[in-house]
């Protein structure tokens, strides 16, 4: 079945690249997405990308998709204090109207 | 553009009663979505409607249900309340939620304590 895996915790140093992870097992989805949620608030939309798309830059973030082995990252350059959160991806297939979200990665970033 | 307003922000109930939650998508947006955030399952899909329609339903029990307005608000239900229903309920909105994009847009949660 559907299934979306992430590491639970990553903490870096300001300024440093941070990197999270996700691996997802269906492989009829459509899009991938990449959202943040801050303590006490619902969720951000980052980003997504299509699956016949390797590489998606927007500013500091960078997506990179390895469809073959069903892995999804998400680099954030110059991490800053402010990015502290926890980060969600989650994959949709085409004919769905419904997101299946990963566990979450909890993003600490040290001064 | 305001974004999606959830209804009640907070709220306690106790075993046995029933809740009703309420979200307003973002204007022009026709899909609204419910999904349950627990610390232990994580985020859960409840149901998507569009054009007051349900198209999907996740696998929660008939305890939940949900409806959405001719102006696309919506409100979402939960009866005879137990304890693992302690939750943020988050509403999430998008212009089809189908086919395309499926950029969802979320509320800032509806969170319930069961006691």
């Known amino acids: 079945g559907e299934d979306v895996e992430q590491s639970l915790f990553l903490s870096v140093r300001e300024g440093d690249s941070s990197v999270i992870n996700c691996t997802y097992t269906?492989?009829?989805?459509?899009?991938l997405y990449w959202y943040k949620q801050e303590p006490g608030a619902g969720l951000q939309l980052l980003t997504y990308i299509f699956s016949n798309m390797d590489m998606k830059q927007d500013q500091r973030l960078t997506v990179l998709l390895n469809k073959k082995d069903k892995h999804l990252s998400l680099r954030i350059a110059d991490t800053q204090t402010g990015d502290s959160a926890i980060y969600f991806c989650a994959e949709k297939e085409d004919s769905s109207y419904k997101l299946i979200f990963g566990s979450g990665t909890r993003l600490l970033v040290r001064p | 553009k305001a974004g999606v307003t959830q209804t009640p922000r907070y709220l306690i109930k106790t075993r046995g009663q029933q809740v009703t939650l309420s979200c307003s998508p973002i204007s022009g947006h026709r899909s609204v979505s419910w999904y349950q955030q627990t610390p232990g399952q994580g985020l859960q899909f409840l149901f998507e409607y569009f054009s007051e329609t349900q198209r999907n339903k996740g696998n929660f029990p008939g305890r939940f249900s949900g409806r959405q307005f001719s102006n696309s608000r919506s409100e979402m239900n939960v009866s005879t309340l137990e304890l693992g229903d302690s939750a943020l309920y988050l509403c999430?909105?998008?212009?089809?939620?189908?086919?395309?994009?499926?950029?969802?847009?979320f509320g800032e949660g509806s969170r319930l304590t069961v006691l």
């Open positions: 999430a909105s998008s212009f089809d939620g189908t086919g395309g994009t499926g950029e969802l847009f």
């Open positions: 269906d492989s009829s989805s459509t899009y």
